[in-house]
């Protein structure tokens, strides 16, 4: 089966974000923001927990020939940490005065916690190329859901290309064991998890959400060994 070309799915195959007051989304108000806050407890955690371990094996008398060991996993942990918060500032957040970012600065979000990983990241878009904070928010997002696809390894392109009065954000996975979850998908379509873990389903709604805001559409397509997102959004 040849992978569909997204740019150009028709109305009836895409997830567009319907016409909906904020009163009749699946999540909102404190709801999502529980959601969101249980999403960056369980990505804060890990590291932290590292952290403590290293520093627990440092104060063990007992273990002072681990002691290099145990520094290189605090200093690799504290970076994975200081990698998620500064993700989920941009993705999440509004802590920031910036009203536009720069596709390298954009690019160092996602690669610092693609760091180390099995799938690798393809980021194909002009360094200087600049986008609005809504733009950027989603196209974070979309890139990590993209790499968040390939769970075994492969290959995560992340492409821009404007149609018109549209800006086409594009994220395409390749790999074995390309796939979206269950949740994933249910978020994708702007729709309320009934089932399944709602870490896996809170990032995808948020995306959704987000273009939905901007007055966008989101699509989503896949293959055997392929997945695609794309996001039409305001230029």
């Known amino acids: 089966m040849t992978f569909p070309d ?4 028709s109305p009836s195959a895409d997830l567009a974000a319907a016409d909906l007051p904020a009163a009749s989304l699946p999540a909102g108000g404190a709801e999502l923001a529980a959601f969101i806050a249980g999403k960056l407890c369980h990505d804060f955690i890990s590291p932290a927990g590292a ?5 627990d094996l440092l104060e063990d008398p ?6 290099d060991d145990a520094m290189g996993l605090i200093r690799q942990s504290a970076k994975k940490m200081v ?3 500064h993700f989920a500032r941009v993705a999440f957040g509004a802590a920031t005065t910036s009203e536009q970012f720069l596709s390298a ?15 690798s990241l393809e980021w194909r878009i002009p360094e200087g190329t600049a986008f609005t904070k809504p733009q950027a928010r989603i196209l974070i997002n979309l890139a990590w859901m993209t790499l968040g696809a390939l769970p075994t390894g492969g290959v995560a392109t992340v492409t821009v290309r404007q149609e018109g009065d549209r800006l086409l ?9 390309a796939r979206l ?14 089932e399944g873990l709602a870490g896996q389903w809170i990032q995808p ?11 966008g559409r989101l699509d989503v397509a896949s293959d055997e060994g392929r997945v695609g997102l794309i996001a039409h959004v305001p230029a």
């Open 181 to 194: 979850k269950p949740e994933a998908l249910t978020g994708l379509k702007g729709e309320r998890l009934l």
């Open 51 to 55: 952290i403590m371990s290293g520093l």
């Open 105 to 119: 600065e954009l690019h160092g979000l996602v690669a610092g916690l693609s760091e180390g990983g099995r799938a």
């Open 169 to 177: 954000l594009i994220g395409s996975a390749e790999g074995a064991r």
């Open 62 to 67: 007992t273990a002072q020939d681990m002691r």
């Open 6 to 9: 997204l740019s150009a799915a």
């Open 205 to 215: 709604y948020w995306l959704w959400l987000a273009v939905n805001e901007t007055g």
């Open 83 to 85: 990698a998620h918060v």
